[in-house]
């Protein structure tokens, strides 16, 4: 224990904490922009500077270690100054677009500027001319207003493991670029978000759609459908100011019809459709050596990842729709179908946590006779500011229920929100299978600690199967160089690019700080515990679809349905 | 080169540790005296293996040289040495006759050699391009030639590490050790403890010569004393300011020297590695520390169990892909780790956790050079000379408008007005001298009225300046400071790293503004030029914030020669934005240019080319500048066959 | 085999320290880098291809486009500087047609600025290829580069 005095104050902070560190835990606020608790410290942004008696400068909070009795000034009129300074210089080039900005009002830059009571342009620069960089299907990203704090380099490469990017040239022409410069979709990115969550700033927002929505919306001869997974419906209060965790399901199915949807669909039965075919996809290798372990393929992000870093674990993996896919082509198919909805008549729309769902959503494999399963895909943060377009008061609605046929009745495909539970929802069902009888406890504890690596084997005839789920795929480029080694022998795999699982996903609110998503965590978690239908094949709501379809899990027609295809692609990484 | 590879000391290195200086056996004395050419049989012809000396065409000279003595079948060597420090006066050769006193000629070109050679072979001096003669007790002097030592330039100069440089051939380890070289070394692994050296070093006061001013002694008891299986000494060769090149001749003159520094230095802090990062341009300099380590190898200096010490010890080379940013340290180290040159938040400092993590002492060229001086003398001989804060020498490469342009070795604590106006000759001749700019990119602009204060950090720093590596810029009337400025604050924008905003976004601003006032823009109104004095004003604040917030010297000091200039030459930015004028007539866009009426014949080829049509008139007739539309490019000035455009 | 494999054969059982030795023997090799070499030193070091290529546009000795058959570098020093280099770099400019950094399109010349060759006793300086000339004035950059369009038909 060290103790040192700050403003005057005594406080006792750890041996080998940072200054930052000890701050927070004594709720002592500095502003910082640079770093993240996940992240290691880079000391770039200067933000954070305090005065230390002793020193001759101002010295970085984030970085700089504790020292018994010493002695700190956080808002003395020197690093007040100087904090106001930095950032007026960061504004001193900044577009002034703050009202068109997607990040107006969650800014953190904004936020800075009017906590340190910038109130005049003091300082002028020269405005920096980059393009714009849409080429992605999922983020688009304006150099312009990057402040080139270097949290979407460090989140690529630490969290997501995938290093798309890095700063490139120096001095003044600093700037975030991917390899040689290419534009983002022709680089490594798998879209999986984590950068979008990062930046402080709108320099990466999503590439947004919301206004194309209006045509299908407000045409009448047009029917449109949305559904929305159930990570959406566990984050979205913290976007209007309810408290985090909150189910507002209910709320969310009035909020879309009054906007004008026809048809309001949740996805969590598109992920019980995915057990059903996963599980029977296990089944037909199992006890074959020749392809174990099964790497399940429901991430579009890790789907990407796979394509673009390690074409041979291809083979490994059960090419079944992600749950959203799996709606998309039945909302379009059969259910149009079903309804005498003309093909051309009818729209589809994803409202979700995942960024890489646009990109998803744009792959040739999701497109049916040149029209695609999925028009547009709204990520949480856009489904709030739908929201707010319509002028709607979230806080007077009255609940309302899903429409029928996908409702979400069971908890199992709810799982598939948080990392491990697709693997649990999937173990039930191979339980079952396996021993002929129901988990006698259907929590499989192991897959619910925290970590990016959670194992878990389940008891049948003659052995057990091994599972691990990994989440992060900084955590997944490990194990997936040693599956690629055969150096494990797990049975099956489940993969989550984002750290934490989807619902910590690169479409939900920002900032997605870690006592968020514990919120969120426990009501899915709780969902499920009170939930009377808590496996997919026990769900009959999923069994009475396959009855409707007039197939089986499993059979030739469901793979044509409900499968797709994956494959090597070729970048620079 | 004389004896090259004949590795005549390789197996008397115990001789020459176990006896005493003076009093070796008349067989090894005689080896010294040849090795250090003392005396020689044969005559030899030296020229200058060194980067300034071979831009200024010294490969030509030894090409000439070369022709004319197998031409003639003359019996004479042709060696190679570093540079003398004199670098406006290069290519520099000079000539040793047996049994004479060797001589020095500048500026000499591929033409003089014959003519130089016959006269020389004939015993007598041609005086043209004569410097001087080098002392030399064993041997008759020139008559009527002074000694190199007796000249302004080299008198009030007090050679240590610079002594041998442009007399030795640098690549000849049985040179360096016939003048006393690695014996400190040898010493001092088999005498001293380890605590010794350090305490040495300490007692001596020497202070980090990067500019950093830090206590060298210091910085090498942390890394000691740090536990750590692996510790790494590196040697700064990064030297990429513009206008510096002391390190530069201490590699290319003396590179044993250094080599043995580092020698000491590892030994010190218990490291069994050292690494030389050095900027790849330096190719000279490269190769010399190659060869200079290769021969340390075979004569068992370097490598394991070095003269049975139990010492190990090996050198590499890193070449630096250039960035002025990688000499700061924690870059420099991130570079080695094959990262980006971004500098890292200290603490942790290197000396704790530097490169791959384990304790790094990174030390300047010209700190090092320093170290095999004190151990062979002693801490208290080292504190004889210079101040008592700052002891020793120091290097300064002088370069600008004066009139030597070169190196300068002196004590710490001599006069900067005596080194300015006695050694370098002050500015250069018919023009006047304005400022000095010492400290390099991050320098302060010095006024004469400054001139008088001693050269050592503590002065400096009292003062608000700074030594910096030692570069100084001779500055006359014909220079414009707010140009200058301008042109540092623009290096440091493109050489900051670009990681903090005070510094990324502060040089940007400053440099942008500096733009701005030197430019001609359209209409700058008084309300405009009122507003850029209010933003020149804001500058300051801004240059206080970025020496407080930076995370490296760069930004901290890149407002230096900003702060310093409008402390002394206010009036000078006050005539760019207030009259729009520069009165060194550097700023191109505020020159006036007009026809003189008289000359202009009419040609119209200025109408023609000029960019802005900003020239109007009838053909035959005189032509009219209008000076709204001119942005004073000059095209018209290097067009008009007839010299009828001028500015003022 | 091609010569980026062959240069990367000589750096057997190297991390990631080795990169920047790897990338100057390329450059060395072939004269600049593309996206060939940052991929097959990427994988030769298990790095990232943006972190290559990241560094190496930190670095000044690293280009992506080739330079010409005369690389001219002309130094803007301090010295240099007040002795008007910026004046000599317009020159170039205008007489060829290209910015810093740039190569003509017949491929013969590319221009390049430096920060200090090095010969500040004999400012302004400038070095074409292996050549260095110094003194220069600026009457004299006609003459230098018609020499070498002379001996380059
Ligand atoms: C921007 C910057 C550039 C530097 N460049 C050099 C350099 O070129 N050579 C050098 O020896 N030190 C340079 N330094 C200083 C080094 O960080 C370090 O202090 C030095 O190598 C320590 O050596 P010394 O203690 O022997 O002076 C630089 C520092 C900064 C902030
Ligand atoms: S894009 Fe955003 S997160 Fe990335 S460096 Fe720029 S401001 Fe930071
Ligand atoms: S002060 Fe400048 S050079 Fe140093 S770390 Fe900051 S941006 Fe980089
Ligand atoms: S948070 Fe400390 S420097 Fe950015």
């Known amino acids: 224990m060290v103790r040192i005095e700050v403003n005057s104050r005594t406080i006792e902070a750890l041996k080998g904490q940072t200054i930052l560190e000890a701050l927070i835990n004594n709720g002592i606020q500095v502003p910082t922009l640079c770093s993240l608790p996940e992240l290691s410290p880079t000391g770039a942004c200067r933000m954070c500077v305090v005065e230390v008696e002793g020193m001759d400068k101002l010295v970085p909070a984030c970085s700089f270690p504790v020292k018994e009795k010493m002695k700190i000034k956080t808002h003395s009129g020197r690093v007040l100054q100087a904090r106001k300074m930095n950032v007026e210089l960061l504004l001193s080039s900044h577009p002034d677009d703050c009202l068109y900005c997607e990040r107006n009002g969650n800014c953190e830059l904004q936020k800075l500027a009017e906590d340190l009571n910038v109130r005049s342009r003091n300082i002028s620069g020269e405005r920096r001319g980059y393009k714009i960089d849409g080429s992605s299907s999922s983020i688009i990203r304006d150099p312009s207003k990057c402040i080139l704090c270097g949290r979407c380099v460090r989140i690529c490469e630490e969290i997501a493991g995938v290093a798309a990017i890095d700063f490139g040239r120096r001095g003044d022409r600093l700037k975030i670029v991917t390899a040689m410069n290419e534009p983002l979709d022709f680089s490594s990115c798998i879209d999986c978000g984590m950068c979008l969550l990062s930046c402080p700033t709108g320099a990466l927002a999503d590439k947004t759609s919301l206004q194309e929505l209006d045509r299908p919306l407000d045409d009448p001869a047009t029917k449109v459908a949305v559904q929305y997974t159930p990570e959406v419906v566990v984050s979205l209060a913290d976007e209007f100011g309810i408290r985090t965790g909150t189910d507002m399901q209910g709320i969310i199915n009035s909020v879309l019809r009054r906007i004008g949807f026809d048809y309001v669909f949740e996805t969590s039965s598109g992920a019980e459709i995915a057990v059903m075919e996963q599980s029977n996809a296990f089944l037909e290798r199992y006890g074959k050596n020749d392809h174990r372990p099964l790497i399940l393929s429901r991430c579009p992000a890790w789907v990407n990842y796979v394509e673009k870093f390690r074409p041979e674990l291809l083979s490994y993996m059960v090419p079944v729709r992600s749950p959203h896919q799996i709606i998309g082509r039945l909302i379009k198919g059969w259910f149009a179908e079903e309804n005498s909805i003309p093909v051309n008549r009818i729209c589809s729309v994803l409202i979700t946590n995942c960024s890489a769902a646009k990109h998803e959503a744009s792959r040739e494999e999701y497109y049916s006779d040149n029209v695609p399963d999925i028009d547009y895909v709204l990520t949480t943060r856009e489904f709030a500011r739908l929201i707010r377009l319509h002028g709607i008061n979230i806080h007077e609605l009255e609940h309302e229920d899903t429409d029928e046929p996908f409702q979400a009745k069971g908890s199992a495909g709810k799982l598939f929100s948080v990392a491990g539970g697709e693997l649990e929802a999937t173990l039930r069902t191979l339980y079952r299978h396996f021993n002929g009888k129901e988990l006698p406890d259907p929590r499989l504890g192991k897959l619910r600690k925290s970590g990016g690596i959670r194992e878990e084997s389940i008891v049948v005839p003659g052995g057990e199967i091994k599972a691990v789920a990994i989440s992060g795929l900084g955590n997944a480029a490990e194990i997936a160089k040693l599956i690629a080694d055969k150096e494990y022998n797990f049975d099956i795999i489940e993969v989550m690019a984002c750290g934490g699982g989807c619902i910590n996903g690169g479409g939900q609110p920002i900032p997605g700080d870690p006592e968020r998503l514990k919120a969120r965590i426990k009501t899915i978690y709780d969902a499920d515990k009170n939930s009377g239908i808590r496996t997919a094949h026990g769900n009959t709501a999923v069994n009475g679809l396959y009855d409707s379809l007039g197939f089986l899990p499993g059979s030739e027609e469901s793979r044509n349905k409900f499968f797709t295809h994956i494959k090597a692609v070729k970048v620079l990484k | ?585 550097v700023c191109r866009e505020l020159r006036t240019y007009y026809i003189d009426v008289e000359l202009c014949t009419g040609c119209t080829i200025c109408a023609k080319r000029c960019p802005e049509n900003a020239i109007i008139g009838t053909e035959k007739h005189p032509f009219f500048i209008v000076s709204d539309k001119c942005t004073g490019c000059g095209i018209c000035r290097e067009v008009c066959k007839f010299s009828a455009v001028s500015y003022n | 085999m091609d010569r980026i494999d062959r240069i990367l054969q000589d750096f057997q059982h190297v991390n990631r320290d080795a990169l920047i030795p790897i990338l100057q023997a390329v450059q060395n090799e072939i004269g600049h880098l593309n996206s060939e070499a940052i991929e097959k030193i990427g994988d030769h070091l298990h790095l990232p291809a943006s972190k290559v290529y990241g560094l190496a546009t930190f670095y000044n000795q690293f280009a992506f486009q080739a330079r010409g058959k005369y690389h001219i570098r002309v130094c803007d020093g301090s010295t240099c500087h007040i002795d008007h280099s910026p004046h000599l770099l317009r020159q170039f400019h205008k007489l060829l047609g290209i910015g810093d950094g740039e190569t003509t399109r017949d491929g013969m010349f590319s221009i390049e600025v430096v920060a200090c060759l090095g010969a500040c006793g004999q400012s302004p300086v400038i070095s074409i290829n292996d050549d260095f000339y110094h003194s220069i004035k600026s009457g004299m950059i006609n003459d230098i580069l018609d020499d070498i369009r002379m001996k380059n038909p």
């Not at chain 2, 020229?47 to 000439?64: D, E, F, M, V």
């Not at chain 2, 014909?478 to 290096?491: N, P, R």
Request: charged share 25%; glycine share 10%.
């Open chain 2, 1 to 585: 080169m004389l004896n090259d590879g004949s590795d005549r000391l390789k197996d008397r290195l115990t001789e020459i540790v176990e006896g005493e200086p003076g009093k070796y056996s008349l067989g090894l004395q005689k080896i010294f005296d040849q090795e250090s050419k003392n005396r020689i049989d044969r005559t030899v012809i030296f020229t200058g293996a060194n980067t300034p000396g071979k831009i200024a065409g010294s490969n030509k000279l030894r090409g000439a040289i070369n022709r004319y003595i197998e031409d003639r079948k003359i019996d004479a060597d042709v060696a190679q040495t570093g540079t003398l420090g004199l670098y406006s006066e290069e290519p520099v050769i000079s000539i040793q006759l047996p049994g004479r006193t060797r001589v020095f000629y500048t500026c000499v070109n591929e033409d003089d050699i014959s003519m130089l050679l016959d006269d020389l072979f004939h015993h007598t001096l041609p005086e043209e391009k004569l410097l001087g003669q080098l002392r030399n007790e064993a041997h008759d002097p020139w008559p009527d030639v002074p000694f190199l030592d007796e000249l302004p330039f080299f008198a009030k100069q007090h050679r240590v590490l610079l002594k041998y440089s442009g007399i030795i051939d640098p690549v000849s380890i049985d040179e360096y050790i016939s003048r006393g070289g690695y014996r400190a070394f040898l010493l001092t692994i088999r005498n001293y403890t380890i605590d010794e050296v350090c305490a040495m070093i300490e007692e001596s006061g020497l202070r980090g010569r990067s500019g950093s001013a830090f206590l060298t002694g210091r910085k090498w008891i942390v890394a000691r004393e740090t536990a750590a299986e692996q510790k790494y000494m590196v040697c700064n060769a990064e030297e990429s300011d513009p206008g510096a090149f002391m390190d530069r001749a201490l590699m290319e003159g003396n590179p044993h020297q250094l080599i043995e520094g580092i020698c000491i230095a590892a030994y010190a802090i218990g490291a069994t590695k050292a690494i030389i990062y050095i900027r790849s341009e330096y190719r000279d300099s490269i190769f010399k520390l190659e060869t200079a380590i290769k021969k340390a190898h075979e004569y068992g200096i370097l490598g394991h169990n070095i003269f049975s010490s139990g010492f190990n010890l090996d050198i590499s080379l890193r070449k630096g892909p250039g960035a002025f940013v990688c000499g700061e340290e924690t870059a420099l180290i991130a570079s080695m780790e094959g990262k980006r040159g971004m500098p890292q938040s200290k603490p942790p400092y290197p000396t704790e956790r530097g490169y791959h993590n384990n304790p790094t002492v990174v030390n300047n060229v010209e700190t090092l050079c320093n170290i095999p001086h004190i151990i062979g003398n002693g801490p208290e001989w080292f504190k004889r000379t210079g101040t008592v804060y700052s002891p020793g020498t120091k290097i300064f490469s002088v370069s600008g408008r004066s009139w030597h342009k070169g190196l300068v070795e002196v004590q710490m604590g001599t006069d900067l007005g005596m080194l300015v106006n006695e050694i370098i000759g002050g500015s250069r001749r018919g023009h006047e001298l304005k400022a000095v700019h010492i400290g390099g990119p991050y320098g302060c602009m010095i006024p004469p009225q400054k001139m008088n204060i001693p050269i050592c950090f503590e002065a400096f720093k009292k003062e608000g300046f700074i030594l910096g590596a030692g570069g100084i810029l001779v500055l006359d009337e014909k220079t414009c400071i707010v140009d200058l400025v301008k042109y540092f604050m623009t290096f440091m924008k493109q050489q900051s790293c670009g990681k903090c905003i005070p510094c990324r976004e502060g040089t940007k601003r400053i440099s942008e503004l500096l733009d701005e006032i030197t430019r001609k823009t359209a209409d700058l109104d008084q309300h405009d030029a009122i507003e850029k004095f209010r933003a020149l004003v804001q500058l300051e604040k801004l240059a206080a914030v970025m020496l407080d917030t930076s995370l490296c010297g760069l930004g901290q000091l890149a407002p230096n020669p900003l702060r310093s200039s409008l402390k002394y030459f206010r009036e000078e930015f006050e005539e760019h934005i207030f009259d729009r004028n520069c009165r060194s007539n």
